[in-house]
């Protein structure tokens, strides 16, 4: 009996007896009110830098819904209106410092909901012919149409892909002059080399053979570019920018870049005309549309949240140091004496 419990006894080592040595800090109140001085004073720096940088950045939002009758847009927000087109025109005073990201937004879209975000077929996505023929379930309801061939892209997200188009002129003594969209290279790098990929079949438009483009799309995958044969498919740049879904309900997305030509510097000050194919609806689910032109600095895009929550949370460290210093002057310096 006494053997099994000796033969039942961690090893006689530091580590299993514990013996270990340790470092348990000792706080104090010289050390804490000095480190909550240090953090606060440091939050309030970042703080500053932050906010300061988010009031540089130039931002131009333009609703384009359509809702009020003073709208530009109010005759294209009928659903029966088809191939609809307006415009909205809007001037600026000073230079729009460039690179300028051109984005669409979207309010009171859920993209996050479960049931819509995984219906879809990520092997058909990645070029699996078999997933041509035979869309996986996740898909449904729009996995087969009326007549049972196949949809391909298949899925609620994909079905449901952002068509408005957009052209943007500077007026220039009376005239139009067509500012330069660049869509290279706007969706994420992993889902345009690794996720999605288009099947090995060339022509691309033969792999598609026995299927249909889904429900709500004007023009079949292969010929998303016409203007373009390499950003056709499941690596068109625009079907990859939306297959990302957002997290909120009110999001934006990258359309456009302008670099190019005589706006690599940005906007000039002056008025410009955007030109808009409206042909996506959003009045049935109380939706808004709206164009943003935006700049970027190091900090990324203006977010001024992220600014003043460090000065608050600076703040309160400052305050809680002066609130702790008072306490221990109080109640501690008379017992130490």
């Given at each position: ?13 530091a580590f299993t007896q514990q013996r ?77 410092k460039g690179p300028v990201f051109f ?212 703040s309160l460290c400052v305050v809680m ?17």
């Amino acid at each position: 009996m006494v053997k099994e419990e000796l033969a039942n006894r961690p090893d006689n080592t530091a580590f299993t007896q514990q013996r270990l040595p340790a470092w348990q800090p000792m706080l104090s109140a010289g050390i804490v009110i000095p480190g909550f001085v240090i953090i606060g004073l440091a939050f309030i720096g970042i703080g500053v830098a932050l906010f300061v940088t988010s009031q540089s950045i130039q931002l131009l939002e333009l609703d384009y819904t359509g809702v009020e009758q003073t709208s530009p847009c109010f005759k294209c927000s009928d659903p029966n209106a088809k191939n609809c087109m307006c415009e909205l025109t809007f001037s600026t005073d000073t230079l729009f410092k460039g690179p300028v990201f051109f984005y669409y937004g979207l309010s009171n879209y859920f993209q996050n909901y479960r049931s819509y975000g995984v219906s879809k077929d990520d092997d058909q996505l990645s070029g699996n012919l078999d997933n041509f023929k035979s869309p996986s379930d996740t898909c449904a309801p729009y996995e087969y149409d009326r007549n049972n061939k196949p949809f391909v892209p298949c899925g609620a997200v994909a079905n449901s892909l952002f068509n408005d188009t957009f052209k943007l002129y500077q007026i220039v003594n009376g005239a139009k002059k067509v500012v330069p969209l660049d869509g290279k290279g706007i969706s994420w790098w992993t889902d345009y080399n690794i996720k999605y990929r288009n099947p090995a079949v060339t022509p691309l438009k033969n792999a598609f053979n026995g299927t249909v483009k889904p429900l709500y799309w004007s023009k079949p995958a292969y010929e998303l570019d016409p203007s373009d044969p390499a950003n056709n498919g499941f690596i068109n740049q625009d079907f990859l920018v939306w297959m990302r879904r957002a997290a909120l309900p009110d999001f934006r997305k990258l359309y456009r870049r302008i670099t190019d030509g005589d706006y690599a510097e940005g906007l000039p000050a002056g008025n410009y005309s955007l030109q808009i194919a409206y042909n996506y609806p959003v009045l049935s689910f109380e939706g808004r549309k709206k164009v943003v032109f935006s700049n970027v600095s190091w900090m990324g895009g203006k977010n001024e949240f992220l600014g003043i929550a460090y000065l608050v949370i600076g703040s309160l460290c400052v305050v809680m140091s002066v609130v702790m210093l008072i306490v221990y002057a109080k109640f501690k310096f008379p017992e130490e004496e």
